[in-house]
């Protein structure tokens, strides 16, 4: 398994940022595709994820009408839009083969891989 992200950078709060996953070593269209981050002193936390078929998007409450989510299963690619960015949106951001999990009215998103890739950093000036 070979995750490839891209695209972060320093950007101003209320800035946008576009972050790429490249994946490889696995059938890609198998699973559903999630992007994940890490603040510094924090626990990975679950941002955005999208079905194997691009049919439906899921987002973390942090981060709804603020994010979308793509992909380009041609491509093997997973694509992160970040509109209205906010100081605490600061993290590395990984992307991962994804998979969920319901509990009660919750849907639980996870990663698939514990091979994760580089990720990129993401840093929100206020």
């Known amino acids: 398994v070979q995750l490839v992200e891209s695209g972060g950078g320093l950007v101003q709060a209320g800035g946008s940022l576009v972050l790429s996953c490249a994946a490889s070593?696995?059938?890609?269209?198998?699973?559903?595709m999630g992007w994940f981050r890490q603040a510094p002193g924090k626990q990975r936390e679950f941002v955005a994820a999208?079905?194997?078929?691009?049919?439906?998007?899921y987002y973390a409450d942090t981060v709804k009408r603020r994010i979308t989510i793509t992909s380009e299963n041609a491509k093997n690619m997973v694509v992160l839009q970040m509109n209205s960015q906010k100081p605490e949106d600061t993290a590395v951001y990984y992307c991962?083969?994804?998979?969920?999990?319901?509990?009660?009215?919750?849907?639980?998103?996870?990663?698939?891989?514990?091979?994760w890739g580089q990720g990129t950093q993401v840093t929100v000036s206020s």
């Open positions: 070593g696995f059938t890609f269209g198998s699973y559903a």
């Open positions: 991962n083969a994804a998979g969920s999990a319901r509990v009660g009215d919750t849907l639980l998103w996870s990663y698939e891989y514990d091979d």
């Open positions: 999208i079905s194997w078929n691009g049919g439906k998007s």
